[in-house]
């Protein structure tokens, strides 16, 4: 047998390599195996096995790695359609399929050795006093690491060693599973009695399970914030359990908090349905991450709640794949291979057979309009499911605020008022704001400097604990002046402008000293557990107000919190981007949604400059439908997704007129292949709205299309039929979500 192989160098192409009969039994398609390459050794995955090659002198695998094929073939055609459609090389779409830490053959699993006790002899040897002393430790606890035994009896590994040798102990390796979540106390909890509409949506998924191959076996879960889109996920996974299947639960980053996952724990840490809970998400370390994978791969976690890349864990059979919160542009991967893990979910789910659940109370219009066409199912949950209210949410018109005073202010009267309000009651309050840092620039009023990045077109962003400047792009930083740096001004008087969450936190010590005021966003969590402890302390109530950027905003269930503040709603509403209505739509429902989750109803105010916006308004009454309508129409009219599909193509390089040049140049060939490509529009070229990021000049293109498939071929043929200089990059983004 010939065994075909994608190496992990990006070659573009299967190489064959002979399968020695010692590995016989063991290579098979989606198997890792190390082979020879050139001078060198080289790991790869078998993609195909053949009977014959058409090359001679194949040279033999060398290794297998694991013991187990590391794919599934099922998760193999995934890769395959994902080099396809996202016009990326095999090879670099196996690299997300399979991470680091199980790819590389160093990662193993870790071996500790272990002390048992071994059980009660007739004739007890004599021992010392102090070996007495090191047995009453080990016979408490049976065995232990040999580590611990040492710290513990404060002794050497020698003594215990001649223990063994009496025959009164054991030493052996033994694998020791990096568990990330070890040392928590899971309490079991049961099924929710179901109201009506989570009933429904229950009892579809069940039925779509039931009956593999019948449309539309994809859903769409539009259910409000509070809703209880959780116990309907955790219905359909029991019964995907009960099936012999497993489940895949997909959730932002961000979210992926202890909190929920405890909630997925807690469900199957007991009863008939019990398995582990696998997680998967980038903070783990290597180690953790290898032992958390293959507990799936070998069917000990039948449930894996991830990032991103959990769409790829090997969970085999797959019933249910769950996509929470699926309108979040985090799932995008804004690297080759350029995933979108919604879409890729989509497509594992008709590969496998598996139901796909797509939940959101602010669903994209992407799944709305695939909803509305029939494409998925639409379940429908629009009351909170404890028949609390949906907050109240009013809108400050920050234009009057303005003319109050002098300056802008941060907290406007009735934002103040209601602060004040809610903290002599003891309840709490969330702050949100989107930019982090103190200052969003710094100017000089006199002769208009603006600090800027030097790699970036952007302005420095002030941050005032650490006294530096920064570009959010790049990183770069440096030292705030205290005087105007051009050498012909050197005014003293350079101040900060705009604002972010530091400058927020500030004014608020200054306004209610007595507040116990906490700020969570990237700067505030530098180390591992300052997110849990900030939600900690949030929780048991020793923080009254909590600031921060887009974390706060989704996915957090606090009953005591009862105020939502948006200090300006307009930040994400003027970029030049045409899901900027939409983003901004999707973000005051989420924020808004941290408010009244328990017994006092929420309040929410939202301060504004354009307070008359639609995206504004729709959030303010709950209106979902109205704005999805409203929306569509100006996407019909521009061909925007989802009324068609887009790629965006850019081109960078250092040089600004080679990259003007270049994308030209592209374009007219471009024009070339597609002419007689009749829904086809192509747009631009033009500067990328931020021009210059990480020292490079960025132009692009974008094509729209309701037949992107097929244009995924003709795209992925560029780096082959147009001729572009050396120097310069050029990336292929088939539906894009960032547009900078
Ligand atoms: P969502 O994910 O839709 O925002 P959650 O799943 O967090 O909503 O549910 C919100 C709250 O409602 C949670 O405290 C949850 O325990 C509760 N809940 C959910 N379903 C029910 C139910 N059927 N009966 C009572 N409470 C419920
Ligand atoms: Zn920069």
Known sequence: MIARVTLDLTLRKEFDYLIPPEFEEEVKVGTRVKVPFATRKVLGSVTALAEESPHTNLRPILKVIGRQALLTLNVLQLARWMADYYCCPLEIALKSVLPDAVRKEQK????????????????????????????????????????????????????????????????????????????????????????????????????????????????????????????????????????????????????????????????????????????????????????????????????????????????????????????????????????????????????????????????????????????????????????????????????????????????????????????????????????????????????????GCPNCSIALTYHRRIEKLCCHICGHSDNAPAVCPEPTCRNPAIRHAGLGTERVEETLFKLFPQARVERMDSDALKRKDDLPRILGDFRVGKIDVLVGTQMIAKGLHFPNVTLVGIIYADLSLHLPDFRSGERTFQLLTQVSGRAGRGDVEGEVIVQSFTPFHSAIQFARRHDFAGFYEQELEFREQLKYPPVSRAAMLTVRGRNEDKVKLSIEHLKRELEKELADWKDLIIAGPAPSPLLRAETYYRYQIMLRTRQMAKLSQHLANIPDGVKLPEDILLTVDIDPVNLF
């Open 108 to 451: 193993g699993w870790k071996e500790r050795l272990f002390v048992r006790v071994v059980p009660w002899q007739a004739t007890m040897p004599k021992v010392t006093k102090r070996q007495q002393q090191v047995l009453d430790i080990i016979t408490a606890r049976k065995e232990m690491p040999l580590q611990e035994l040492l710290q513990l009896a404060d002794t050497t590994s020698g003594t215990v060693r001649r223990l063994e040798d009496a025959g009164l102990l054991t030493i052996a390796a033994q694998i020791a599973e990096r568990d990330p979540y070890a040392n928590e106390v899971i309490l079991p909890t049961q099924a929710l009695a179901l109201n009506p509409d989570q009933k429904v949506a229950v009892e579809q998924i069940i039925k779509a399970m039931d009956s593999p191959g019948e449309k539309p076996a994809s859903f769409l879960l539009h259910g409000v914030t509070g809703s209880g889109k959780t116990e309907v996920y955790l219905q359909a996974i029991a019964y995907a359990l009960e099936q012999g299947k497993g489940a895949i639960v997909l959730v932002p980053e961000i979210s992926l908090t202890p909190q929920t996952v405890e909630r997925f724990k807690a469900r199957f840490t007991s009863g008939p349905q019990k398995t582990l809970v696998a997680v998967l998400h980038s903070h783990l370390s290597a180690g953790e991450r290898h032992d958390e994978w293959h507990k799936i791969r070998q069917g000990r976690a039948r449930i894996v709640i991830g990032a991103r890349s959990a769409v790829f864990a090997p969970v085999d059979p797959v019933g249910l794949i769950i996509v929470d919160e699926e309108h979040e542009h985090s799932y995008k991967q804004e690297e080759a291979p350029r995933y979108h893990a919604r879409d890729v979910a989509v497509m594992r789910g008709q590969i496998e057979g598996a139901v796909v659940v797509l939940g959101s109370a602010t669903p994209s219009l992407e799944s709305f309009y695939n909803a509305q066409k029939g494409k998925y199912g639409l379940l429908q949950m629009l009351s909170r499911a404890d028949d609390k209210n949906l907050p109240l949410i009013r809108v400050v018109d920050m234009r009057n605020e303005a003319r109050k005073g002098k300056g802008i202010p941060i907290f406007s009267e009735v934002l103040r008022n209601a602060i004040t309000s809610r903290l002599e009651k003891k309840e709490q309050v969330m702050l949100f704001l989107n930019r982090r840092g103190y200052a969003s620039s710094l100017q000089c009023p006199k002769c208009g400097y603006v600090a």
